[in-house]
């Protein structure tokens, strides 16, 4: 500061100006303290917007206006591939990427391009699965009568045949009971599974399942093994048969599908903790996919509709058990309460 204009002011301007000073250089302490408490709120505020962003179930990108990244969750981190196959100049549209569909929405605001991807696979599969189930239950309404009709004249033929004959008829009766069980599989899957509950022994399923063997047709050497207890149980004799059932065809399949002339299937129990665990073993071809193992009308063997399992897996929810598959050796395992 100049030291003439200093000395030209007089002693209460000295002062007056002195307190003016210093009451500028508070001010200025007071402003730098605002602006720290302001520039504090500001990244309080930012670090709080991307933990929002970061909770999102959806994938969410921010675009500037050179169409560069300019905020990400990690969600749209880890699918850094689907932002290519996104058209940002539509609105709401649809997307397959990696074998699932997401639901992209794109909002501008200001020189920003807000876009977000969700995940709607499951909505998807459960629109298709609806539909499919819908046209499945009315086909097999509509065969359930002609199929019944055939049965019946099929008996009665089987009766009247010379011995030469029967054979065939036999495979006929055999074709149609295992079409007789498709719809009735379809028509459980398409309305729901509703156990009726009842007393009845373990030991009877495997005779259900030996029982079921002389309707099937298979041309290898098949050996079954049934091993379980008599002991009785509370559930639904019926639907637990038809899981059984299901078990035992799909294990003839993949024996079938096998190259060894010969293969063996065995039904055995045991008990862990609070489950009674049934174990449907067998020789045949390992499962290829597991992953759709439960899945509605997908399959992996080269005869079936995809039902089977996925009907067996509602039947043992039903009865508040688990059905899981162990690979190595091969084998179904029941859980049961």
């Known amino acids: 500061m100049d030291e003439q204009f200093l000395n030209s002011l007089s002693t209460p301007e000295k002062e007056s100006f002195k307190q003016g000073l210093e009451a500028l250089i508070n001010q200025t302490y007071v402003i730098e303290e605002e602006y720290k408490t302001l520039n504090e709120s500001y990244l309080s505020l930012q670090t709080f917007i991307r933990q929002i962003v970061e909770t999102l179930p959806n994938a969410l990108w921010v675009l500037d206006v050179s169409g560069e990244i300019f905020l990400q969750n990690s969600e749209a981190e880890a699918n850094a591939g689907l932002l290519e196959h996104i058209d940002t100049t539509q609105g709401h549209h649809e997307v397959e990427f990696n074998e699932a569909t997401y639901l992209i929405k794109i909002v501008q605001k200001g020189d920003k391009t807000i876009i977000s991807a969700t995940d709607i696979t499951g909505e998807k599969r459960k629109e298709r699965l609806a539909s499919m189930g819908q046209v499945a239950a009315h086909l097999s309404h509509e065969i359930r009568n002609p199929i019944g009709s055939i049965s019946l004249l099929t008996s009665t033929l089987f009766k009247k045949v010379d011995i030469a004959t029967k054979p065939i008829v036999l495979e006929m009766k055999k074709a149609i009971w295992r079409v007789e069980r498709i719809i009735k599989a379809t028509l459980l899957f398409s309305k729901g599974i509703q156990p009726s509950m009842g007393s009845f022994f373990l030991d009877e399923l495997g005779a259900e399942c030996e029982e079921a063997l002389s309707h099937y047709t298979y041309t290898k050497e098949i050996a079954l093994k049934v091993d379980l207890p008599h002991l009785a149980y509370q559930g639904d ?16 399949d993949a024996i079938e599908e096998d190259d060894n002339d010969t293969g063996t299937i065995t ?48 039947i043992i929810q039903a009865h508040e058990g688990l059905i899981t598959l162990q690979e190595n050796p091969k084998a179904f395992r029941i859980l049961l309460p």
Not at 238 to 250: A, K, M
Not at 289 to 308: D, R, V
Request: glycine letters at 8%.
């Open 237 to 252: 004799k019926d639907l637990l048969s038809l899981v059984f059932q299901n078990l035992l065809f799909n294990a003839i």
């Open 267 to 314: 039904l055995s129990y045991v008990k862990e903790g609070e489950f009674h665990c049934l174990d449907m073993h067998d020789s045949g071809k390992p499962i290829e996919n597991s992953n759709i193992l439960f899945e509605p009308f997908k399959t992996t063997k080269t005869k079936g509709n995809g039902l089977g399992l996925a009907l067996s897996l509602q």
